[in-house]
């Protein structure tokens, strides 16, 4: 193990898309019947397009045991209990870590060759961890049966975030011959909720036309509403980055200019253009008040007792809203609109990722409870997945559902806005600074335009030199 992890697992904290709950190791299963294993012998063989004497093996020897290592809470013991129920050849040891803790004990774990057999990371972590060689190669397993078997597991996910993950290790660690180390779990979409009564009684409608948000957000605050805010006050960076995805994106992608070589800088007009288009909002009173200071819980009481109309908010987070919400209120989600005519893209994509350890003396096993994780069937029956958008093509959680969670595959249709667009995210002094101060007293008029620009690129500079 090379010093370089250690050093970047223990720096760093890694941030989880969803907390509640925690868990303990699960239980093993009884061992089930000799003819029930004959079957689920060839079962299993026909999904995973492995060795059906391998299979044999395991269910009718000893079990084959794996350990899995999660940061997200929505992955508890339950799901675990389901996956060995349904294969009993297999037993899985489980241990949930607090966000918190979660670098610290993946590093020590690392350290002493003994990193589990399936564990949770996410995209800052990911290039590294393909470089010191942590991740089992997945393609072969990729290109296999998915877990349903109807067809292969890598065409069981959209297009779109497949492409967002495989960009992710391109453009971090260069032309390889794989790209397949490790799998999404779990979309990061963010699209704005609203009460269709509120709507309604406006005679107000879903808007396709940045200019049609603006005329509703109007509209709600004449009605006495709180037009517009973020899910938490540590997502305030949210909307300048969206704006900076519409009006910076002919320079960045078409003409190809870059803020690593100051082809393209925080001085430019298009990042101007999205700052102050921000501050436009707040002037004309379309954000919370407590914008840069609501947690999470704050801004779900603002909107379920009715003083707030529309929340930007990710799927993961919205099933206190879901749960609570008024027998009155009628949730709808969509996708906020391109502010400068442009397809709108989302933030977000395959911020969290399940992978294999290479080191892993399990490879079947590991791979199949990880295409159980990924699958269709894990999906629509955890409880804990209620609310979550699964990145999977197919997912059928029901008619009412589906149309509440509709606003979320609308925005990831249309693709994912790179994590470092306009880089106020490339670091974490960066991104604590921008969000923090820099916007806040911006939007204030306690500093002006051009110097929440100027220090920015000072900050990014800095960040350049250290590298």
Request: proline residues 3%.
């Amino acid at each position: 193990m090379k010093k370089r992890i250690l050093t970047l697992m223990l720096g760093l904290t890694m941030t989880v898309s969803a907390l509640a709950g925690c868990s303990s190791s699960a239980d093993s299963t009884e061992a089930a019947p000799a003819e029930e294993k004959a079957g689920n012998t060839q079962e299993t063989a026909a999904k995973e397009n492995i060795s059906a004497d391998k299979v044999t093996a395991d269910a009718g020897g000893e079990k084959a045991s794996i350990r899995v290592l999660s940061a997200m809470q929505i992955v508890d013991e339950e799901m675990m209990q389901e996956f060995m129920d349904a294969n009993p050849d297999i037993t899985v040891e489980f241990e949930y870590v607090d966000s918190g803790n979660y670098s610290a004990k993946f590093a020590a774990l690392a350290s002493a060759s003994e990193l589990p057999d399936v564990f949770w990371t996410q995209t800052g972590y990911y290039c590294d961890q393909i470089k010191e060689g942590l991740l089992m190669d997945l393609s072969d397993a990729m290109a296999s049966n998915s877990y349903e078997g109807d067809k292969a597991w890598k065409d069981t996910f959209i297009p779109n975030l497949l492409t967002n993950f495989e960009n992710i290790a391109l453009s971090g660690c260069g032309e390889m011959e794989s790209y397949d180390y490790g799998v999404p779990f779990t979309m990061t979409t963010v699209a704005v909720m609203y009460d269709k009564k509120i709507y309604d009684d406006l005679g107000l409608s879903e808007p396709e036309t940045w200019d049609a948000f603006m005329d509703n957000c109007k509209a709600v605050k004449d009605a006495g509403y709180t037009p517009l805010t973020v899910q938490s006050n540590v997502c305030a960076d949210w909307i300048p980055r969206l704006l900076w995805d519409q009006y910076c994106r002919d320079e960045i992608e078409v003409q190809g200019l870059s803020f690593a070589d100051k082809g393209m800088t925080f001085e430019a007009e298009s990042v101007k253009k999205g700052l102050s288009q921000f501050k436009e909002m707040w002037d004309e009173g379309y954000l919370a008040e407590n914008y840069f200071t609501a947690d999470i819980d704050t801004t779900a009481q603002m909107f379920l007792q009715g003083e707030l109309a529309q929340v930007l908010i990710a799927p993961d987070k919205i099933s206190y809203i879901m749960d609570n919400a008024p027998e009155t209120m009628e949730l709808a989600t969509f996708a906020l609109p391109g502010a400068a005519g442009l397809p709108s893209r989302s933030l977000g994509g395959s911020s969290n990722i399940f992978a294999v350890s290479a080191d892993t003396k399990e490879p079947e096993a590991a791979v199949r409870f990880l295409k159980y994780l990924t699958s269709r069937t894990n999906f629509e029956t955890a409880e804990t997945l209620k609310y979550s958008n699964s990145g999977l093509d197919g997912v059928d959680k029901g008619e009412e559902l589906n149309q509440i969670l509709a606003g979320y595959a609308k925005a990831a249709d249309g693709g994912f806005c790179p994590d470092v667009f306009v880089p106020t995210n490339a670091s974490t002094e960066i991104s604590s600074q921008f969000r923090d101060d820099l916007l806040p007293n911006y939007l204030l008029g306690d500093i002006s335009l051009e110097d929440v620009c100027s220090r920015l690129q000072e900050m990014y500079d800095s960040y350049l030199e250290d590298l």
